[in-house]
Structure formats: C-alpha cells, structure tokens
C-alpha cells in the first residue's frame, strides 16, 4: 500500500478523531472496571456510562431511559425489528419497510415473515425515495410497525421522514411505532427525534469519527420491546452483555464534535462533492449519477460508468491509493448488484458498473483532482482490456 492513500469510502466507516480517541484512553488504560461492579472502579464506570447517554440523549431530544447502547447499527436495526414485532404481535403483525433499507432489515423483516408476520415492501423511484401514496395505502389497522432510513448508504437518497410521520399521525386506522435508520444520516442531518417525529432511532458511533462496535438505540418510553440478548440484565434487561465503556465514551464525545461541525462541514462537502462531479462528467464519457442530486446526503456520489466492472475499477484504484467502494460495506462479498440500484430501475449492466465516493472531514480538492486524475487511467485501462475482448 502506498504511504500515502485518499479515503473516500467514509459511508463504510470513518476514521476515529483525535479527541475521540483522547477521550476514550482512560477507559481503555486505567478505569477498566466494570459498570456492573460494586466497587469504586465499577462505580465510576458506571456513572460514566450514565453521564454519556444523558448527553445523548439531550443531542436527539429524547430521555435518558429511551437510550440502549448495542454494539452498532447492525444490532441496534436487529434489535427495533425483532424487539419491537416480537413484543407488539398481540396487536398485529403486519409491517411495512422500503425496498432499498440497509440488510440489517431487509433480513431481519424477511426472517420475520418466516414467524408468521406479513410485510410489505414499499417501492422506491429513480432516485430511491418512497412514494407517499403507496406509503399511505399501505397502511392496516394490523400495522405495527413501520421502519424507513433516514439517508440511504449506498446512493444518499434522504427519505421525507418528516412528511412519513405526519401520515402516520392523521392516520386513525392504524397506530404502528416507527423506526428510522439515521446511520448515515447522523452528524449530516438534524435528528431529534420528536421534530422528526419517530419513535425508534438508529445510531452507529463508527459512522461519526467514534469508535466502531458501539451504537444505540432509542425508543419512546411509552412503547414495549422484548430483548434479543440475554445474560447479565445491563441496559435494563433489554440489551444483556459488560458494557463497552470506552466506546460508550467515545460515542458521546464524537456525537458533541459531529453537531459542532455539522452545517460548516456540510456546505464544505457539497461543494466538494458537485465539484468532484462535474471533474468526473468533463474527463470520463458515458457516466451516470446513481440517486437524487437534490435529496442527497453532501457527500454521497454513486456513479456507474458505462463499460466498466465496479468491483475491477476499485481494486485498481486500490493499487493507485485511492479507497473507494462498490456500495454497502456490510455486503461487499456479495457478488450480485446492489439492491439498491436495481430497485431504482438501473440496467442490470449499469448496476454490476456502479462505484460510491463518500467525502469525509480530512477530504481537500487536492484529493479530489488527484483521484479524479487516477480515475481517469483506470477507466481507460480497464476499457481498453474490454474493448480488445
């Protein structure tokens, strides 16, 4: 690998800040206690842990009870689908979720229907963002529950959270809880839970500059959820297992740094971001943009360059030190196209062509020209293998 590389695969995960980190050593050297400890070095751990999720729970606007701390998104999507339908199927067991939600809960919900419980799978447009109307006709009085991502991972595509909830509440037929994936969406979008209106979030620290294995769930208080871990009773006995403390730590202090540069780094990003098109589009023919250029997340750029394999054209940049993806890191071993793009109605051949650039807090233009530079040798490289094919 070269000494020097251009990470443009922060949709994946970041890298961990500084003061991040500097905030997480003592937990990590000498307050190793644990929470669950009678003694002094399990005591301070403990209020610790209750200091961090009180100031998480102040940055969404929810109580300090709503939050469980899980070992990340994965877990935290796993635990509101399977939680919340388990415990709420005497009501009914019908759910609703998008076509292009990460696989946390696309499996999560497939392996739902196995247990007996219906789902539906609301379609998406060319840019991947729900249709209202479906949304709203979808809707029993059997509904119990409704899961929709904030911003999607792979094309960006931000869904109309806000216009969702308001159906569900002019809705008197049906009263479901709604959950809302916000991985990529936090440290990028407001998310206070009651403005949004929903009543389960997702959260992945790893997303934000913090640590990776740690995430949270919240939930509104007045709503039942039954566990998916069980042990030692920790987060109430609804999320068993020693709590991860540094990480923990190292969540709340990434989420204070992620709002204090939010709206700055945002317009940063946009910028960047269009201007790395527009490079793209001037110096690579036959390029399309993957999702919404409007409701998009700022640093999101999924292309699909015509004639050139995605998974071929990211191990060649790889060589060159640029980092780059095909799509979700969760399912990079999988060798069919992304979900995603085929349900936004992509060309199969556009699909398997698809590559995703996600800027970060440490991209400059330097980076961007220089990649933009890279790119350009190994599309023709790869083009010309093909063409002699």
Same mark, same amino acid.
């Given at each position: 690998?070269?000494?020097?590389?251009?990470?443009?695969?922060?949709?994946?995960?970041?890298?961990?800040?500084?003061?991040?980190?500097?905030?997480?050593?003592?937990?990590?050297?000498?307050?190793?206690?644990?929470?669950?400890?009678?003694?002094?070095?399990?005591?301070?751990?403990?209020?610790?842990?209750?200091?961090?999720?009180?100031?998480?729970?102040?940055?969404?606007?929810?109580?300090?009870?709503?939050?469980?701390?899980?070992?990340?998104?994965?877990?935290?999507?796993?635990?509101?689908?399977?939680?919340?339908?388990?415990?709420?199927?005497?009501?009914?067991?019908?759910?609703?979720? $998008?076509?292009?939600?990460?696989?946390?809960? +696309?499996?999560?919900?497939?392996?739902?229907?196995?247990?007996?419980?219906?789902?539906?799978?609301?379609?998406?447009?060319?840019?991947?963002?729900?249709?209202?109307?479906?949304?709203?006709?979808?809707?029993?009085?059997?509904?119990?529950?409704?899961?929709?991502?904030?911003?999607?991972?792979?094309?960006?595509?931000?869904?109309?959270?806000?216009?969702? $909830?308001? *159906?569900?509440?002019?809705?008197?037929?049906?009263?479901? *809880?709604? =959950?809302?994936?916000?991985?990529?969406?936090?440290?990028? +979008?407001?998310?206070?839970?009651?403005?949004?209106?929903?009543?389960?979030?997702?959260?992945?620290?790893?997303?934000?500059?913090?640590?990776?294995?740690?995430?949270?769930?919240?939930?509104?208080?007045?709503?039942?959820?039954?566990?998916?871990?069980?042990?030692?009773?920790?987060?109430?006995?609804?999320?068993?297992?020693?709590?991860?403390?540094?990480?923990?730590?190292?969540?709340?202090?990434?989420?204070?740094?992620?709002?204090?540069?939010?709206? $700055?780094?945002?317009?940063?990003?946009?910028?960047?971001?269009?201007?790395? *098109?527009?490079?793209?589009?001037?110096?690579?023919?036959?390029?399309?943009?993957?999702?919404?250029?409007?409701?998009? +997340?700022?640093?999101?750029?999924?292309?699909?360059?015509?004639?050139?394999?995605?998974?071929?054209?990211?191990?060649?940049?790889?060589?060159?030190?640029?980092?780059?993806?095909?799509?979700?890191?969760?399912?990079?071993?999988?060798?069919?196209?992304?979900?995603?793009?085929?349900?936004?109605?992509?060309?199969?051949?556009?699909?398997?062509?698809?590559?995703?650039?996600?800027?970060?807090?440490?991209?400059?233009?330097?980076?961007?020209? =220089?990649?933009?530079?890279? +790119?350009?040798?190994?599309?023709?490289?790869?083009?010309?293998?093909?063409?002699?094919?």
């Amino acid at each position: 690998m070269n000494n020097k590389y251009i990470f443009l695969d922060n949709a994946s995960t970041t890298p961990i800040d500084q003061k991040v980190l500097n905030a997480m050593m003592p937990y990590l050297k000498d307050k190793y206690g644990n929470p669950s400890s009678l003694h002094r070095l399990g005591r301070i751990n403990k209020s610790s842990i209750e200091k961090s999720r009180q100031e998480i729970a102040q940055y969404i606007g929810s109580e300090t009870q709503e939050i469980f701390f899980t070992s990340g998104g994965t877990e935290s999507d796993n635990l509101a689908i399977f939680g919340i339908a388990r415990a709420n199927k005497h009501k009914g067991k019908h759910i609703i979720v $998008s076509c292009i939600e990460h696989k946390a809960i +696309l499996d999560s919900s497939k392996k739902l229907e196995n247990e007996g419980f219906e789902v539906t799978y609301l379609d998406v447009d060319k840019n991947g963002i729900i249709s209202l109307d479906q949304f709203r006709s979808s809707l029993r009085k059997d509904t119990i529950l409704v899961s929709i991502m904030y911003a999607n991972n792979e094309i960006g595509t931000i869904q109309p959270i806000k216009k969702i $909830s308001e *159906i569900l509440r002019e809705n008197r037929d049906a009263n479901p *809880i709604f =959950h809302c994936d916000a991985c990529q969406a936090t440290g990028v +979008l407001p998310i206070k839970v009651k403005e949004l209106g929903v009543d389960a979030l997702t959260v992945s620290a790893s997303k934000i500059y913090g640590p990776k294995g740690i995430g949270f769930l919240y939930i509104n208080k007045k709503y039942s959820f039954e566990p998916i871990i069980y042990g030692g009773g920790q987060e109430r006995s609804l999320r068993s297992g020693t709590e991860n403390v540094a990480g923990i730590i190292g969540f709340a202090k990434a989420i204070q740094i992620s709002e204090q540069k939010r709206i $700055s780094e945002n317009v940063r990003l946009t910028k960047l971001r269009d201007y790395f *098109i527009l490079q793209i589009k001037k110096n690579i023919k036959d390029v399309v943009i993957n999702g919404s250029l409007k409701n998009r +997340l700022p640093n999101n750029l999924n292309v699909s360059i015509r004639g050139v394999e995605g998974e071929s054209l990211v191990l060649l940049l790889d060589e060159k030190g640029v980092f780059c993806s095909t799509g979700s890191a969760c399912s990079s071993i999988d060798l069919n196209p992304s979900h995603v793009l085929v349900k936004i109605g992509l060309p199969l051949e556009l699909a398997h062509c698809s590559v995703r650039f996600t800027l970060g807090r440490h991209t400059r233009k330097s980076d961007i020209d =220089h990649s933009v530079k890279l +790119l350009v040798e190994c599309v023709d490289k790869i083009r010309s293998i093909t063409t002699i094919k």
